[in-house]
């Protein structure tokens, strides 16, 4: 089997046992499901010689006997991150993270994603906007926010005076769930620590969290959007505003005008910054 076919095939029953913690596949090929050579027979004429026809019999009663045998199931399987190298957290530089870790196949999503979403914008932005995962324009193009949602988003910054190009902008997942549905636990577990690889970089001053699973997954709690939409958190050090996902605002356009209320309280919080670090 062609190499890069065997190991999509290893990573989907992976996913299949981070979900159930079964054991779904070999390392390797057991060897009673190994080709068991038969050795040419000789003819004499129109008569087959009996010695080829007995090793023949005995080889197929030794298979028979493997394949009696109890299945030993590997040890240690291939991890889903081989892909990842290892010093991905000593990056000194967003390009550097990003060749790190670009082919993860941490969770299942790095087998049905079309293109890994790293994020993109100023890698020195006093403010990152971080969103719950890729769409399907976004896995396509291997962009953040470029479909419906990341026009408005497009919008949303400029209204109080920002271009994309000013923040960084990224997700909590770097690739797209299927069906564009909540990123599971442990899609969440898996990508978190490469996010926070690129907060530690970046150095923002604020952070714009856009939606439940973004807030809740950086907040580490449950809340209820109607509990954090805008309001602020130390997020290490770091004002954290939560408003609602522009997704949110195309299925609920009502939700614009505290969008709108929450965008003018972080350009005045941003304001206030530079103005401060005028004075120092």
Not at 32 to 41: F, S
Not at 92 to 104: A, F, P
Not at 146 to 151: D, E, K, L, S
Request: charged fraction near 30%; aromatic fraction near 8%.
């Amino acid at each position: 089997m062609h190499k890069d076919i065997f190991d999509k095939i290893i990573v989907f029953f992976e996913g299949i046992r981070q979900q159930t913690g079964e054991y779904l596949y070999f390392e390797e090929m057991p060897k009673q499901y190994e080709a068991v050579p038969v050795p040419p027979t000789t003819k004499t004429g129109s008569q087959t010689s009996k010695e080829p026809q007995e090793s023949i019999i005995i080889m197929e009663e030794k298979k028979t006997e493997e394949i009696r045998q109890p299945i030993q199931l590997s040890a240690s399987p291939i991890l889903l991150d081989e892909k990842v190298l290892p010093d991905w957290d000593r990056a000194k530089s967003l390009d550097e993270l990003y060749n790190k870790i670009k082919d993860c196949q941490k969770c299942p999503l790095g087998m049905t994603r079309t293109k890994f979403v790293f994020g993109e914008g100023n890698p020195n932005a006093d403010i990152m906007v971080i969103g719950e995962a890729p769409g399907a324009d976004e896995d396509m193009q291997g962009r953040p926010f470029v479909g419906r949602a990341g026009q408005l988003l497009t919008k949303i910054l400029e209204s109080v005076g920002f271009e994309r190009k000013d923040v960084f902008i990224g997700n909590i997942n770097k690739c797209r769930p299927p069906g564009n549905r909540v990123p599971a636990k442990n899609e969440v577990e898996a990508c978190e620590p490469f996010l926070l690889k690129q907060i530690e970089l970046i150095r923002p001053k604020f952070i714009l969290a856009l939606g439940l699973t973004a807030a809740n997954t950086l907040l580490k709690s449950n809340y209820k959007m109607g509990d954090i939409r805008g309001k602020l958190f130390d997020y290490n050090g770091i004002q954290t505003l939560v408003t609602y996902h522009p997704a949110a605002l195309l299925r609920n356009p009502s939700w614009k005008k505290p969008v709108w209320e929450d965008m003018k309280l972080l350009r005045k919080l941003y304001d206030e910054s530079i103005e401060k670090s005028k004075k120092e």
